[in-house]
């Protein structure tokens, strides 16, 4: 069975540290792995995918798949990016099957 | 970039009533839609997926006579909660994906259900 695990309801950091969101996942196959990120009052809307291997915000992910694991990491956390992150996890077009999301609050 | 459309944002009406919710691709052709339902300070949770031109396939424990859901044409997907009761009081958001091989869902705002 599909299954996204984040372990972290929350997540506090300072502004400037260094944000590591835990995402583990368990799937048959070869994946496709997601982060969404959802600011105050606005629509969900993805962050980055493991394919492109792109760097968006300053917000990177790996793909491993050994620990079956898709960590999003940023070396220096701003107050812009508190927010409720989901990771999520997909086959082509099937549905995207979603964690139960971290909040990250970065205190200034 | 593609935009979906959700509507209405907000409806509040009294038990018994059926609500009928839409979601819209305003710049793309949506081959598939899906509906979440999403609980307070928990994630989003998949109710049915639907193709155009064909029915809806449900999840496992979505009453398939209480949430319809019709997707009669490339833009647009409807999600009527019928007789709708307290307990179906939630946040419910759709996304839209289109086109060949891979595509993104992009996602609406979400629509907030309080029923009395």
């Known amino acids: 069975a599909q299954r996204v695990t984040q372990p972290e309801k929350l997540l506090s950091v300072f502004k400037g540290a260094p944000v590591e969101l835990k995402c583990n996942y368990s799937?048959?196959?070869?994946?496709?792995l997601f982060w969404y990120v959802q600011y105050s009052r606005q629509r969900l809307q993805l962050l980055l995918r493991h394919i492109s291997r792109e760097s968006i915000k300053g917000f990177t992910a790996d793909l491993n798949k050994g620990e079956t694991s898709f960590h999003l990491k940023k070396p220096f956390a701003q107050e812009e990016d508190s927010a409720m992150y989901y990771c999520a996890l997909s086959r082509g077009n099937t549905p995207l099957v979603f964690g139960k999301g971290t909040r990250l609050s970065v205190i200034a | 970039g593609a935009v979906v459309s959700q509507h209405p944002s907000w409806v509040i009406c009294k038990s018994g009533t059926s609500v009928k919710i839409e979601c819209r691709s305003l710049d793309f052709q949506a081959t598939t839609m899906f509906w979440y339902r999403q609980f307070p300070k928990q994630s989003l949770m998949l109710m049915a997926t639907?193709?155009?031109?064909?029915?809806?396939?449900?999840e496992q424990g979505v009453e398939k006579d209480k949430f319809l859901i019709n997707h009669a044409s490339l833009t647009l997907s409807t999600l009527t909660v019928t007789s709708a009761h307290p307990e179906d009081s939630s946040f419910y958001i759709c996304s839209a994906s289109g086109g060949q091989g891979y595509q993104p869902q992009h996602f609406g705002d979400g629509t907030r259900l309080s029923i009395l």
């Open positions: 799937y048959s196959g070869s994946p496709e």
């Open positions: 639907s193709n155009e031109g064909s029915k809806a396939t449900y």
